[in-house]
């Protein structure tokens, strides 16, 4: 199939072009920057998704559009309001309005585990402006969909808004580390390669016109992470915890009752929590000491 992806240049987005282009797929990444793993059998369209045209033409011809683009950090979305609900919810609408205008045979959405429940500030109230978009062109002029909401994601290419991304790094660079919430707050972190590979599930047609939960089943409680973390590096950790009620961040579960409730996808894990985190900090090692290459799975210093 032709599938274009947009916001296919960033942390998730890409991996799931990854898993598209292995499956055979024709991908097509449409974003504001070209993407740093863009594959030789991808094409890259630059641009706006509030510019008409560029959607346009990143729709066209499409059999399928994936929408990963927008303001995805909490923290973000709550300082940037306006902006959150300029891309995220109005670009949404463009891209759909082009699917329904080129008869695109499924529009498949990024949700997230938020718009089930109260927290996650304006990041959630776009959230579920969305999928209320999806479901009415989907009732008012059939344009199918599915809906993934997504739990806590971490791995590779993740920057340092993702929240294990920046534990390891603030453990590694200074031991010390800053975390909005509780010690008691539960997390069920699922890495991104499983995640993309879920989705990848999502194409065949049982799972049209669907809201499907995407995340990990290895609940942890973000205290006993830091103690992982920090056995794994070898050091005690420092923990400061804000414990801030409007940080946006829910502490045990994401759900309220609402009224479309989701089908949970649960993956084939392939990537064990511990053994995912060890990645993360492997890369973040690499990062912080350029000067060191990898020779039988230790690092050492390079010849002059």
């Known amino acids: 199939m032709k599938i274009t992806v947009f916001g296919g240049s960033g942390f998730l987005g890409s991996h799931i072009c990854d898993k598209l282009s292995e499956a055979g797929h024709a991908v097509t990444i449409v974003d504001l920057h070209p993407s740093p793993w863009l594959r030789p059998d991808q094409n890259m369209l630059t641009g706006d998704i509030l510019d008409e045209e560029t959607v346009r033409k990143g729709v066209e011809g499409a ?22 609900a300029r891309i995220n919810v109005l670009g949404n609408v463009m891209i759909l309005e082009a699917c329904r205008r080129e008869q695109v ?35 008012m002029h059939n344009l199918p969909y599915t809906i993934l909401r997504y739990g806590s994601l971490y791995g590779p290419r993740a920057d340092k808004r993702n929240a294990i991304e920046r534990f390891v ?19 069920e972190y699922v890495h991104v390669d499983d995640a993309s590979t879920a989705t990848l599930a999502v194409l065949d047609p049982e799972f049209e016109n669907q809201n499907i939960i995407i995340s990990g089943n290895q609940p942890m ?49 392939t990537v064990d929590l511990g053994q995912g985190i060890l990645r993360v900090m492997e890369e973040e090692h690499k990062a912080l000491h350029p000067e060191l290459q990898t020779e039988g799975g230790y690092l050492v210093p390079t010849d002059d």
């Open 63 to 84: 059999d399928m559009v994936f929408n990963y683009a927008g303001i995805a950090d909490i923290g973000e979305a709550n300082n940037r309001p306006v902006d959150t």
């Open 221 to 269: 409680r973000v205290g006993d992470l830091f103690k992982m973390i920090g056995e794994m590096l070898g050091k005690e950790l420092t923990i400061n915890y804000q414990n801030d009620p409007n940080s946006g961040h829910y502490q045990i579960t994401p759900y309220a009752f609402m009224p479309k409730m989701g089908r949970k996808l649960a993956p084939p894990l």
């Open 105 to 139: 045979k499924r529009y498949v959405f990024a949700s997230s585990l938020y718009v089930y429940g109260k927290s996650g500030g304006f990041y959630r109230c776009s959230k579920q402006a969305c999928e209320i978009y999806i479901e009415n062109y989907q009732a």
């Open 169 to 187: 790094s603030e453990a590694l660079t200074t031991g010390v580390i800053t975390y909005y919430g509780a010690p008691t707050a539960l997390r």
